[in-house]
């Protein structure tokens, strides 16, 4: 059954195909990437949960996997700079949608303003989520097709 994000079990989103396992090729160093990403799991967790503790905001708010396929597709759809330019216009876009979400329907002053906020919450934390699986979808979608699209000229 598909998670929240349209993700199949597994991870993979539904409507893409799971990550293709890292295959052992030499690097211009002559040393090779490993088979899998098992070993760089732990790693990856590590720093994540630095991060959101550094920036104090909730670790649930990242979906590592969403992030990285979407890095993914514009590394490989686009060019490899594009990558992590990509996923942080694609969080700031999230960032301030949901700003902007908050100060238009959950103002007010005082107790009933703090009230109303806070029932508020829960529906705006699911119109963050889907409209940062929007963004990501357009975004990677946008990244996928890039390659084809005709050049402009200089």
Do not use: K
Not at 14 to 33: E, F, K, L, Q
Not at 85 to 98: C, D, K, P
Request: charged share 25%; aromatic share 2%.
């Amino acid at each position: 059954m598909d998670d929240v994000l349209g993700r199949a079990p597994g991870g993979a989103p539904a409507n893409r195909p799971a990550n293709p396992p890292v295959t052992a090729a030499a690097d211009g160093a002559g040393s090779a990437r490993p088979a899998s990403r098992a070993g760089t799991a732990g790693r990856l967790e590590e720093w994540v949960a630095a991060v959101v503790a550094e920036l104090e905001i909730p670790r649930d708010v990242v979906d590592v996997a969403l992030v990285l396929d979407l890095a993914r597709d514009a590394a490989h759809g686009v060019d490899r700079p594009a990558a992590p330019l990509t996923t942080f216009l694609v969080g700031y876009a999230a960032g301030a949608s949901r700003a902007g979400h908050e100060d238009a329907g959950h103002g007010g002053a005082g107790q009933a303003g703090a009230d109303q906020r806070g029932a508020g919450q829960a529906g705006a934390d699911q119109a963050g989520a889907v409209a940062l699986d929007d963004l990501v979808e357009r975004v990677g979608a946008l990244a996928r097709d890039w390659a084809d699209r005709p050049r402009e000229e200089s």
